[in-house]
DNA sequence: TACGGGATCTGT
DNA sequence: CAGATCCCGTAA
């Protein structure tokens, strides 16, 4: 099949590197959430955090447990854990087996080409489709993304994959367009000082500014 | 087996 | 700022 969009997919090789690299680069690139039917939702990633071994904020710093264990295995796979009951968070395996780091997808700018939404997201109420995924529970909710998915590869044809920056976008970023800030990452109780949260300081699809 | 708290979000 | 709501990790 000659498909030229699929150079653009992000391969396991190119995740298989610290989460404090990983998470920067993330923004700017695309998640594509793909249903059995083939219906596609996408939306640029806008705010990352990393978690690594030896922080004591990341869920593998006390060593591998059954809620944990993709985290330990190769990049490119995503983990994804319910938190507080009734979300879903959704990381993006990093580094190499046996080193467990990942990267917290916060928030997404969806593409929203046609005026109307699919219908995967008008069940959401008075929301304002640009603050649809601003928030890591909340794109997993519009995504529809949960424990099932936990220990997926990130691949084309897989629920869930990633696609590199546009070449346009690149070049804006480039050109100091789409400004990046770096930060503390939100709600933990621990590693609150590491500056491991990553936005876009002008997308209106950041959770928290 | 029991218990306390969590990488969140919403409505008051 | 409290409540929803379930699972996980730790201790017993």
Redesign the pocket.
């Known amino acids: 099949m000659h498909d030229s969009a699929s150079t653009a997919v992000i391969s396991s090789d190119w995740c298989s590197r610290s989460s404090l690299e990983l998470a920067p680069d993330l923004i700017g690139c695309t998640l594509v959430r793909q249903w059995p039917d083939g219906t596609q939702v996408r939306g640029v990633i806008v705010e990352t955090?990393a978690?690594e071994p030896g922080d004591p904020?990341?869920?593998?710093?006390?060593?591998m447990?059954?809620?944990?264990r993709v985290?330990f295995g190769p990049a490119g796979f995503v983990?994804v854990?319910?938190?507080?009951?009734?979300?879903h968070?959704l990381?993006i395996v990093s580094d190499y087996p046996n080193i467990a780091s990942?990267v917290?997808i916060?928030a997404l700018e969806l593409e929203t080409t046609p005026p109307q939404l699919p219908s995967k997201m008008t069940g959401?109420?008075?929301?304002s489709p640009t603050?649809l995924a601003?928030?890591?529970?909340?794109?997993c909710?519009v995504l529809e993304i949960d424990?099932s998915l936990n220990g997926t590869l990130l691949q084309q044809g897989q629920p869930l994959w990633l696609e590199q920056r546009t070449p346009a976008w690149q070049q804006q970023f480039d050109q100091g367009l789409h400004p990046l800030t770096q930060t503390t990452?939100?709600?933990?109780?621990?590693g609150v000082d590491l500056p491991w949260r990553w936005y876009l300081r002008d997308s209106q699809a950041v959770?928290k500014r």
């Not at 447990?65 to 944990?68: F, I, L, V, Y």
């Not at 854990?81 to 979300?87: A, E, F, K, R, T």
């Not at 959401?124 to 929301?127: D, P, S, T, W």
């Open positions: 955090e978690y904020a990341c869920h593998a710093y006390r060593g447990t059954e809620r944990n985290m983990y854990y319910l938190i507080y009951g009734m979300y968070c990381n990942a917290l916060r959401n109420k008075n929301q603050r601003a928030g890591p529970g909340k794109l909710r424990r990452r939100i709600g933990l109780t621990q959770s």
